[in-house]
Every structure is written in structure tokens, then in C-alpha cells.
């Protein structure tokens, strides 16, 4: 009985990777009907579950294979052209073989009986039936052959390179038991079939093998030499009986050989030889030879119960790993070869993790390709042409993950189809194609899975979702006056809102949208949505790899440690007392901090937990630096207060126990290397919860009138050299700062080197690249600047930090002309030079820097039109291209740009962004709508750099999205579009 059970449930397994099959397989069908390949591989995997559910006595799924199969015959036979009707039906009746294969005990209890007779029917009345074409030489059929003789005999041809294939596979392993299986099923529908039409030689002979093979996969007969010799010699008798099924041919030696083998005498009644090689048969005029099979010892079926055993093991190893570092961490200089141990310990946990964690991942194409079926169904049932794009679907993500992606994802795909993508007419009407375009793409960034659904349709209007929740009493009327477009835009998650106008099977039901942003939460991601008017809607999902072990900041506040997931924080902020007075506020009785501009709600981690936190609302500035964490969450940011950042560490996440989940503000545990218990912050959680405390303050911010910044601030790095004079350099040419003891520089050549991260790295000092002075005194450590894109390690070697500021650069007309530097301003009341950072590497260490290679006669003759409003930018930027020979014309905004357009011809526009009276993305919408300047390069350069403003950006027209003063990057650019 447990034998029975066994092969049942290895038979289920089978059945359920062949579902998927099928239902890709039709739908290619649907766009390739003449496409053999799709055809026989479509017909296998039906065959194989018809095989299994009469091995089982599985009488439904084996009549509604049976009829499948003959529907299939015809279409293989190019008798039939599968049309949408005979698709429609064939899809209808996998998802019947669905639910009995899920349940195969009660499978004969479902009625398969209107199914069977509507395939029946299509079978009996093929209208897109047609004539077979011509095939050179076709071997006339007995005189007396009747078409159910034909179609079997058509069919069963294709079984016998099968059953040889198997044999060929199992004499080298006979433990193979999905060529056991394949082998089985073949030999028992050669039987079925005979025995139907009343061949009794081939029925009697595939009789005895299959009673052969069902011995063997009972355990009751071993397969080897001789059981395979009489197997094989069977297999070579009937090629002979299915090309003259009336003839005189003797099947009794090989049946009494078989018969020896079921009856257990020793030795076969064949003449012994070796086992049987490989047939080449021809193939197929219609069918290409099919892909190799794997080998049986490349996969194995593995409980999943055990894979969540072997990953919970991981988790242990992962934190003893942890303990083991911390324990021995002290003993390092006194046991010799420890460090190395340690470091091998950990690499080997890692590795192994990995590997665990591995078993459990699972490609996103699970989930997507259970898409082009739902958008064949949404075309019908609204009237719609769609089209489904899918990218990167070998994205891989925890098995637990993607169960919980389904749901989210299938209302995403339908609501874009209906709410997103217009009609065929409208589209027409619009001047689009009447084909509407849904992407579904994932990729990897920044340790998470990236999932984007989007449509090129009607895009979304924040002002009429703000309408529509007012009007179904959503929100009040004062709540909209303070919304930003974003915060309107994200009312669609809300619970009950829909903007269906009539009920319907796809929409208007009020849920949908809020289902999508519960559940992405509820397993640590989160949900971004853009959007165009008129134009496109993008709703990207952002999801952790796994869910059992996460890498996490540890932090301490009181006696207490709490875990901040990394995927949520954004940055770290040491805030010095002498600068509390300029970066903190009060307003409504709460802080606030002003950090590049932003005012974010500044938190007390242990005030906001409840925790004893006397005097946190304090005015004036506290005696010791400030740890402040800035995390972020569904599009908003907090500024939170810890007492000490103790080092990030991979956790492994553990549930919180019943008593303790009605604290809201966790998401789990952990325990850490020592042993200790950290609660993991439930980051959104918590930043609705702070955000709701702030609610005064945060009308007062959100209430601010919105206005167009007149010249675009820029953030600088503020620092000496140990001298009187203040230098400053912009941040987006920084890489890292870093702090280095000046004992460890050492010379060669001439040169200063310092060994860091492993590398040889060389050092610059500002007094050998600029005509400023050399410092004074002598001191033990400094800070070095990192540059970005540099071709070697190279540091600039600087006294000390002071500020970082976002301002305005207003260049003082001095007349200050000095190589390596831009100008000088005044800052705080200092003189401070603002310098030039590509031209100090260029003087100081010229291999460090790309070189761009530009034809000077070529640049000469190619006209550029710089629009910038910004004197500091357009001055920096203009030098340089005009240094690399291009002619450049200057404007400030984006109507001074179009009027230029149409007075001089230009080669390539280079825009900014933010500008007053025309900003850089009106001024490409009316560039874009004048045929004359439709192909024109339009590129932006400008200091907004995510990845989703790049992305829209590129979307609504521009070329290229540069970042301001990557000067390489900006020639390059130009080198390749001119």
C-alpha cells in the first residue's frame, strides 16, 4: 500500500511540472499553429499524464487525455489547424486536469463528460480542417486500413524511438526513474491501442513488457543485463508490426523470453548479446528531434520540509559563526594561524548559506508565466489588443516570496489592462499603435529584486484620483489641499478605492491596488507607482532575496539593542554639537532636521519605544555628537536617534512570539554573536507611526507653496589644509573620505603611496597641484578624498573636515584666475576657493584621469546649445566643452533654448533640468512636437540622479540623463553623438 502511495505521489509531481507545459505550449500555439515542435511537445506531456492515470486507474483524467490526444493527433497529422475554439477547450481541460490531479483520489468523482464531447464534437467536425501538403515518395497504406487504424498507427510510430532512447538511457543507469516512467507510459499506450483495434500480436507483445516493466518499478524484478537484452529484443519487433500490422511475423520467442523474466527463472529465453544500442531513425519530416533529456543524477525531488530544515540549520551556523568570531576575537594575537581559521570559518559559513539559501530560490518565471494566459482572457473580456513584454525572468527570489508575490502581481497585470490600456480606437485616435504594450521585468539592485509592471496606456491623473476619493468620501477636502501629486497619486492604495466606473469580473469590486501594497509589505518590500498623464504607468516592487536571513545596522538605544533592516536606511549622519544650533529646529513642540535642504522629523529611537528619555526635547545642544540614522519607507524619510551604532551583521530573522505582537513597532528577532536578543524594526511601521505623531509639523511642511528654485543649489565639501585658507569641492566628484594616520604613508620614486583596502593607492597634497600654501605644524592623522571614475587608486591628502553644504554657488567676479580652481565665494565669512577636481588630478597624477579621444576638425564644426541657469554650472560646463573644440551657445531657460532653436541650427542640445520660466522637460516637449527638431539629441544634465527620475526622464524623450560636471562622461557622450 505504501509503495502505491509513492509512485501516486511521484506520479502527481510529474503531472504538475507538465501542466505548465501545456498551457505554454497552447498558447504558443495560438500565434505558431503550424509549429511542429510546439505540437509534439504539447502532445508528450499529455501523453505521459494519459500514461500514469491508466497505470493508477485514474479512469477521468485518462478519458479527457484520451480526447486531448486526438485532438492533437489530427493537428500533428496537419489535418486540423488549431484555431482559438480548439485552444479555448484544450486550456478549459487543463484546468480540469489540474484540479483532479490535485486531488487524483477523488479525480474520478469530476465530471470530465461535457468536456469530452465538445473535443469529440471538434474532432468529428474539423472547419479549419485541411489537405495534408505533398511528401516526396509516401508509402501507400494497406487498402484495407481504416482512419483510426492510421491515426493509431501514425501515433504509435513516434513511441517506438522513445522506448529505444529509454533502453539506451537505462543500460548505463538503470536507476533512471523518469526514463522508467517515459519507458512505462509508452509501452503501455502501444498496448492500449492495439488492444482497441484488435491487433493481437502487438497487443500480446506490448502486454508482456509491460508487465516486465510494472514488476520492475514494484521492486519485484531488477532491470538488469538479461531484463534489459529481453526488453530489447522485444523493442526491435515492433517497428516490423506497426509497418505491416496484418502480417505473418513470430513474436513467440521474444513473448516466451519476457514470460521467463515475469516468472523469475534465471536466465532469458533470447539468445544473449549486448545490450541495445541507440537507433538512429530519420527524422521526421515535421519534427525536429527533441532536446535531451537531463540524466536522472543532475536533479532529485527533495521535501520542501527538508529544504526549511537545512536553511533553519543555516541560520544556526550563521549565528555560532557570529559568536565564534566575537568569542576569539581577543585571543587573534596571542593564538597564532587563529585569524586565518576565523577567516576561513567565515567564508565557508557564507559560501554554505548561500548554497542553502539557493535550494529554496526560485526564478520569477514561475510567477510570470502564469501572465500570458490572464492577458488572453483580459483581451476577450475587454475588448482589448495587449501585448505582454517579459525581462529577466531567470530572476531568482525565496520559494516563500514568490508564493507571496502571486496574488499582488495578477491584480497589478489586470489593472493596468483595464484601467491603464486604452481601447483599440482611443489608442488610434491618439496616434499610438492599437496594440497596448505591458512590460513585466525584474533585475537585481543593490542587494534586492527589483519587479516593474508597466504600460505605455492613459498613464494615471493624481488630480482626478484626488476627485474621485473625495468623492467617495476617502479623503476630506482639507486633506487634499495639503496632498503633494505623489501623496495623491498613492491614494489608489487605499482600502476600497476604484476608479471603475461599473461593476465588472476585472474591476470595480474597490480592491486590487490596497491588496498589492499589504501584502509587498508583509514580506519586507515595498511599492513605488509613476506614472505619465497620457503617456505610461510604472509600479515597481521592491523585495528582499530572502526572508530567513537579512543583513542588518545594530544599534543600541539604553541598555537595548534593535536591528534596522540595510534595504531601509539610507544614510548616517554624525551630528556635531557645534552644529545643533544650525541643524536642528522646533516646530509645534517637535524637532526637526534640516539636512541638504529636507526637513525631516528628528526621533528619539528609545523616546518613541516608550523607553525612559528625559530632556530628548531639548533646545539647546547636547554635550556629545549625535548617532542619527535617515531611513526611508513608501517615498517618505525620518531622521532617527540611536545612543550608539554598534556595526551591521547578517541576521538570521526570527518570528515574534505570541506575547509580544501587539508591539506594532517589530517585525521580528534576532540573536546576535554574543548572544544577546536584538528587536528587528518594522521600518514602515514605524515611519507611519512617527510621521503620525509629526502630523502638525508635516501639514505646516506640506502646506509650503511649491515654487521653482531660480538657480539650482549645489552640495560642497568644506575643508583646510592645515593653513588659514578654505578650499571646497563639489560632492558628486567624491567617491569616500576617509581619515589615515600619517605615519603610514610611505615614499617611492618621488611619489607618496599608502596601502588601503589592499591596494597601492597615491597621494596628491593640494600645496604640489596649486599655488596655495603648505601646511604648518605637524600632525598625526588626516583625511583623505576619494574621487570618483579615476583610472588608479589616487587620494587627495587634506587637514580636516569642517562642513558640508547645499547651496547656491555664486562665483565672486575677482578676477581669480588659478589652474585647478573654479573661482572663490564667500562661505560663513571665509574666502573659500572652489576647486577644480579633474584639474588637479590632471596636474598631479595625469594617468588617473580618462581621456576622452575627440577629432579637434570634427568638434570644430559641430554647434552645441548649453541651457543652464545656473552661473557656476554653466560657466564649468561651457569651459570645457569649448576646450575640447565645439562651439558652444549659452542659454538661461528653457525659452531662451527654443528661441535660439529657431534662430541657428544646432547639432545636440545639452538642457538642465530645474529652471525658472521654462524648465528642461517643457522645453523637450516642445522640441519633440516640431518635426524639425524631432531627432535632435537632447540630453540632460543635471544633479537629479535615481534611478527612477533617470528612468522617466529617458521615457519622456531625452537621450541621455548625464549627472552636472562628470566631465568624461559629458565628452563621451558628446564624442558619440557627434
Sequence with gaps: MQDNEELIHAFVEEAREHLPLIEANLLRLEQQPDDPALLNGLFRSVH???????????????????????????????????????????????????????????SNDIDVGAECRELDHLIATPKTARPAPPRPEPVPPPAALQPPLAAFLAEARDYVPQIESCLTALSTNPDNGPQRDILLYSVQALREGATSLELAKLAALAEQMEEVLGLVRLGQLPLDRSALQALGAACDQLAPLLARPGADIDIGPVCRGLLALGQGESGPAVPPGPPPAPIQAAPMATEPPSPPQLEADETIRVHVKRLNKLIDLAGELVLVRNQMSRLCEAMIPQVTGLKATLHNLNRITTEMQEEIMGTRMQPIGVIFNKFPRLIRQLEKDLGKRLELVTEGADVELDKTIIESLSDPATHIIRNMADHGIESPEERLQKGKPAIGTLVQKAFHESGHVVIQFSDDGAGIDPEFIAAQALQKQIVTAE?????????????????????????????????????????????????????????????????????????????????CRFAFPQGHLEEMVLLQPENYAKRVGQAHGQRMLSLRGDVLPLISLARSLGMDDTGENRVSPPEKPLHILIIKADGHRIA?????????????????????????????????????????????????????????????????????????????????????????????????IDTIELGRIQNSAGHEYIEYHGEQMRLLRLEHCLPVQAPSGIRETAYIIIPKQTKVPVALLIDRVIDSKNIVVKLENTGLKLPGVLGSMILDGRITLILDLHAILKSGLPESVETVDINPERANSKHILLVEDTPFFMRVTREFIVASGYQVTTAQNGREGLELLNQQDFDLVLSDIEMPVMDGRDMLKNIRANPRWRDLPVIALTTLSDAQTIQEGKKSGFNEWLVKLDKELVLKTLAHYL
Excluded at 501629486?485 to 480592491?511: C, E, Q, Y
Excluded at 532617527?640 to 538570521?652: F, K, R, Y
Excluded at 515574534?656 to 501587539?662: A, I
Excluded at 511642511?701 to 578654505?726: A, C, G, M, V
Design 479 to 559: 486633506t487634499l489641499a495639503r496632498m503633494g501629486i505623489k501623496d495623491k497619486m498613492n491614494l489608489i492604495f487605499t482600502p476600497g478605492f476604484s476608479t471603475a466606473p461599473t461593476l465588472s469580473a476585472v474591476s470595480g469590486r474597490g480592491i486590487g491596488m490596497d491588496v498589492v501594497k499589504t501584502n509587498i509589505e508583509q514580506i519586507g518590500g515595498t511599492v513605488d507607482i509613476h506614472s505619465e498623464p497620457g503617456k505610461w504607468t510604472s509600479l515597481t516592487l521592491t523585495l528582499p532575496l530572502t526572508m530567513a536571513i537579512i543583513s542588518a545596522l545594530i544599534v543600541r538605544a539604553r541598555a
Design 48 to 106: 505521459t499524464i494519459k500514461g500514469g492515470a491508466g497505470f493508477f486507474g485514474l479512469k477521468n483524467i485518462g478519458e479527457l487525455t484520451h480526447s486531448m490526444e486526438s485532438l492533437l493527433s489530427l493537428a500533428r497529422a496537419r489535418k486540423l489547424l488549431l484555431a482559438r475554439p480548439h485552444i479555448d477547450i484544450l486550456l478549459n481541460c487543463q484546468d480540469l486536469l489540474a484540479r483532479m490531479i490535485a486531488d487524483p483520489a477523488r
Design 640 to 736: 532617527v536617534i540611536v545612543d550608539q551604532i554598534l556595526g551591521s551583521e547578517e541576521i538570521v530573522v526570527k518570528p515574534m512570539p505570541e506575547y509580544f505582537r501587539h508591539l506594532k513597532n517589530f517585525s521580528g528577532t534576532s540573536i546576535l554573536g554574543d548572544g544577546a536578543i536584538a528587536m528587528i524594526i518594522d521600518v514602515q511601521g514605524y515611519i507611519q507611526r512617527s510621521r503620525l505623531a509629526y502630523s502638525e509639523v508635516l501639514k505646516t511642511i506640506d502646506s509650503r507653496p511649491e515654487h521653482k528654485i531660480d538657480q539650482e543649489p549645489q552640495s560642497l565639501l568644506i575643508f583646510d589644509n592645515y593653513t588659514e585658507e578654505r578650499f571646497a569641492l563639489a560632492l558628486s566628484w567624491i567617491q569616500r
